[in-house]
């Protein structure tokens, strides 16, 4: 029992999408309306400056839901979890753990609405102490879910 589930690849794709869009919906606008004000372009966007602040309320949704970049691998005797978010991990702690087998006790995947993340919430034995860890996980499909709890069920069911 040897699995590996990674979003890399979707991840840097989405965060790049949206510094992509965070560019040309505020950055490129905001520059236009004060070099260029005079133009057809700064005055067409200077006319329709509601599109500006439209867009600003998606770019802050994004920014505190965050997109998180997840790698899980389950061995035949170590659960090894990381989480972190693609840009401000350089800033902030990443989220990881790495257990046996017989120290993880329940788990759980936790969907918030209108949320790209899905948590993963594991209850890990340490000491006579029951601890539990929350992993953000951006783009979860179904099948990978599916999956994942397959295998930890099998690993709760045969420590």
Not at 29 to 50: C, H, R, T
Not at 119 to 129: D, G, H, S
Not at 133 to 141: D, E, I, T, V
Request: charged share 20%; glycine share 2%; hydrophobic share 50%.
């Amino acid at each position: 029992m040897d699995i590996k589930f990674t979003n890399k690849n979707k991840a840097i794709l989405l965060t790049v999408i949206i510094i992509i869009f965070f560019v040309f919906t505020i950055i490129i606008p905001l520059v236009s309306l004060y070099l260029i004000p005079q133009s057809k372009i700064g005055s067409w966007l200077f006319a329709n400056i509601y599109l500006v602040y439209c867009m600003f309320p998606v770019l802050v949704y994004f920014i505190y839901t965050g997109v998180y970049f997840y790698h899980v691998k389950i061995d035949a005797y170590i659960i090894s979890i990381t989480s972190f978010r693609t840009v401000s991990s350089f800033f902030t702690n990443k989220s990881y753990v790495d257990i046996s087998h017989l120290m993880l006790e329940d788990y759980k995947f936790i969907s918030k609405k209108f949320s790209l993340n899905t948590i993963l919430m594991l209850k890990i034995r340490a000491e006579r102490k029951l601890i539990a860890k929350r992993f953000n996980m951006s783009l979860l499909s179904n099948n990978d879910k599916n999956l994942i709890s397959n295998y930890l069920d099998k690993v709760i069911k045969n420590k």
